[in-house]
């Protein structure tokens, strides 16, 4: 297993993040304990959950889990979504974020979360009270370091300069879905990412399972999986390129004689700037399969094939500036 540091911060995460919104929803609290035991004798120190996954469970079943083991661990959660009925049990405001950290806390019977995560927008509450909260609890040290998820470049980048500015914790991490089929953040979020030096933690690397090998070109549906049952299947953010990415991945993961499951989350992982992806599962079959997609490399002929099937076209400003540099070297002589 490899391990890389989170952006610019000093700490280092396993390239496979062991993702549980199966803990509670598909993996009962035995099964979730034999993957977090598989996962940490792959090597794997960084564990992704959420306060809303499995109304609680999968913070409770992860917490039990890494009992004894809490040391090595990375810890990352979220908060945002309801778990209540009240008017501030949802969202980013400093009463939200205080009962939040609180409660997740408890679920997972641990004194401070490695990564905290602002799980997607709230367009209802400022920035900067969302910023002060979190600076504070890193300061309780109930947290070590903060980061957001779903995020527009143009947010992330407004939050980073009010950080900056007002001397708050930054964001040290970003969580965007990315994978073969959906490779929306490669325009703009994944260069701002590297030029503000945050690490990229990817979720649905696998597409909700589309790229596991369980699928075929035109298919939408498997049965027993996310599709049928219409739970956390992201089919409508699919590049129009999707079963012709799915067609040429089936072929080289049989070329290499891997799993399609293992070379696709190997293509996200050499992609550059991701420092993890969130891999999870409902059984510890799948599990040990996309363990395998750890301490290897894609060889320059497979990941240029992919790379090409799946690239997105060019968009306004890129599709016209695109060459500007080669235009402004040829003016010169």
């Not at 009010?162 to 930054?170: D, E, G, Q, V």
């Not at 992201?234 to 590049?239: D, E, G, T």
Request: aromatic residues 8%; negative net charge.
């Amino acid at each position: 297993m490899e391990y890389r540091r989170m952006g610019r911060t000093g700490l280092k995460v396993s390239e496979i993040c062991l993702g549980t919104m199966t803990f509670g929803h598909g993996a009962e609290e035995s099964e979730s304990q034999r993957m977090v035991d598989m996962a940490v004798d792959a090597g794997v120190n960084f564990f992704d959950t959420a306060d809303s996954y499995g109304d609680g469970e999968s913070e409770r079943f992860l917490g039990k889990a890494l009992q004894g083991k809490r040391r090595d661990a990375v810890v990352a959660t979220k908060f945002f979504n309801p778990m209540g009925r009240g008017p501030n049990d949802s969202g980013m405001s400093r009463v939200r974020i205080i009962n939040a950290i609180e409660d997740s806390l408890s679920r997972l019977q641990m004194d401070h979360v490695d990564l905290y995560y602002i799980h997607h927008v709230d367009v209802q509450t400022p920035l900067e009270e969302m910023l002060r909260a979190l600076d504070d609890l890193v300061h309780q040290g109930k947290v070590r370091y903060i980061a957001c998820s779903n995020f527009e470049a143009w947010r992330l980048s407004e939050a980073m300069w009010i950080s900056n500015s007002l001397k708050l914790a930054r964001f040290e991490c970003y969580q965007p879905q990315y994978s073969l089929v959906v490779r929306d953040i490669e325009q703009e979020l994944i260069p701002l990412c590297q030029l503000k030096g945050l690490g990229v933690v990817v979720w649905s690397p696998l597409a909700g399972g589309f790229l596991s090998g369980k699928y075929r070109p035109g298919e939408r549906q498997a049965r027993g999986s996310r599709s049928e049952e219409g739970w956390a299947y992201p089919q409508s953010y699919f590049a129009d390129t999707a079963d012709s990415t799915l067609e040429t991945l089936l072929e080289v993961s049989g070329e290499l004689g891997k799993s399609p499951a293992q070379v696709a989350l190997r293509w996200a992982l050499d992609q550059p700037a991701i420092t993890s992806v969130i891999a999870g599962a409902r059984t510890e079959e799948h599990l040990a399969d996309n363990l395998k997609a750890g301490g290897w490399r894609l060889d320059s002929m497979a990941k240029s094939q992919l790379d090409e099937v799946s690239h997105l076209t060019d968009r306004y400003p890129e599709s016209m500036e695109k060459g500007m540099d080669e235009r402004r070297n040829g003016a010169v002589g």
